[in-house]
């Protein structure tokens, strides 16, 4: 053994905890990153989940417990759904007239965060039916029918909610949610 | 003895320690991960249970003696799987003989759900309501309560899940 003023490593001992470190510490970062992605994957579901139930249980409940009657426009002239032969068509806007003859409807509003709102004849009365963290996809669609002249009208909705935040382009934390659901009109 | 280092007996306890507390904590880190995805996925189960609870909702609206009729509740109790809903066409069904569609609901046609997560399974129980009907009962108005209960189930590492959805459907009017 070489005599030796300095005791210390050797270098064969530095590479050999360097290279051990080396393994463990990624290792241990890479379990500790998928639990955090893992985490926020749910909540980013319950979120979208929780806006998209909202707005679901909203336009139901208004359009099964207040509307009367279906129009297409909002003066309330022209009525819709009012036979078995008179189906509104994809995209048509529908609106809903209510017990005390005032009209209420629903919107898709493309801006960033794009959203439904719910609205009445006041052009200040805009109520959004999710939040700022959800966008709700193009694909929003209402649309009336009949089954035949003595049943009431039936609506059915047909949207998506997916997660909306402008900052992260990550992928794996998008969540998509499909609603779908029809409501007969009770009134 | 000049280069004094460790024994045996410590390296080995010192590496015995080391590898228990390694293997506790990627044990607990593996078990937080698979929770929440367990979570998730409970999330989007509970999602397609409600899809089908008011989906099946609106169908007895509209037409309640078709909806029974459609589901052949006989003698007194059926269960139906329900695979994706799509409401412009009629939706996917098929009657199981067991009341936990232990082997029905399989084929792939049936799987609800967006791939990466196309793995639940959805069946709903319909039967009568036995506290004031009687499903041999003649008369069609006191046969006009329905029990539903939906079941979403699904399987993840080793284990079954299932998210129950129970309520009870009366004839209007």
């Known amino acids: 053994m070489k005599k030796n003023k300095y005791r210390g490593f050797t270098i064969i001992e530095l590479i050999v905890v360097i290279g051990i470190i080396g393994i463990t510490i990624p290792a241990i970062f890479g379990i500790f990153f998928t639990m955090l992605q893992a985490r926020a994957k749910t909540y980013v579901l319950q979120e979208v989940k929780r806006n998209g139930d909202n707005a679901v249980n909203i336009m139901e409940t208004l359009i099964k417990q207040r509307a009367v009657g279906i129009y297409s426009d909002q003066t309330l002239i022209t009525e819709i759904c009012s036979t078995a032969s008179s189906q509104s068509q994809l995209n048509d806007q529908l609106y809903f007239k209510d017990k005390d003859g005032a009209v209420f409807y629903f919107i898709y509003d493309g801006a960033s965060p794009s959203k439904i709102a719910s609205r009445t004849a006041s052009a200040t009365d805009i109520y959004n039916l999710t939040n700022q963290k959800v966008s709700v996809e193009s694909s929003f669609s209402m649309q009336c029918f009949r089954k035949n002249t003595f049943s009431p009208p039936i609506v059915r909705i047909d949207f998506d909610v997916v997660s909306y935040s402008p900052t992260s382009t990550r992928q794996e934390e998008n969540a998509k949610i499909h609603y779908t659901t029809q409501v007969k009109l009770r009134n | 003895m000049k280069n004094q280092g460790f024994t045996l007996i410590e390296v080995l306890i010192f590496t015995s320690l080391i590898s228990f507390i390694f293997i506790t904590l990627s044990y607990l880190a593996v078990n937080s991960i698979q929770n929440s995805k367990i979570g998730s ?14 989906v099946l909702r609106s169908y007895k609206e509209d037409d309640w003696s078709g909806f029974v009729a459609s589901i052949q509740i006989y003698p007194n109790t059926s269960t139906v799987c329900y ?19 232990s ?8 799987v609800v759900g967006t791939v990466p997560d196309a793995i639940f399974k959805r069946y709903v129980t319909l039967s009568y309501h036995p506290a004031n009907t009687s499903p041999t009962d003649p ?24 998210v129950p959805l129970n309520t009870v459907f009366a004839q209007n009017e």
Not at chain 2, 141 to 156: A, G
């Open chain 2, 41 to 54: 996925h409970k999330i989007l189960a509970t999602h397609y249970g409600e899809e089908l609870r008011e």
């Open chain 2, 83 to 101: 695979g994706p809903i799509n409401l412009n066409g009629s939706a996917l069904t098929e009657t199981c003989s067991d009341l936990t569609c």
């Open chain 2, 103 to 110: 082997n029905k609901c399989i084929r792939s046609q049936f």
């Open chain 2, 139 to 162: 008369d069609p108005s006191k046969r006009n309560q329905l029990d539903v209960d939906i079941t979403v189930e699904w399987k993840e590492g080793g284990r079954t899940f299932t």
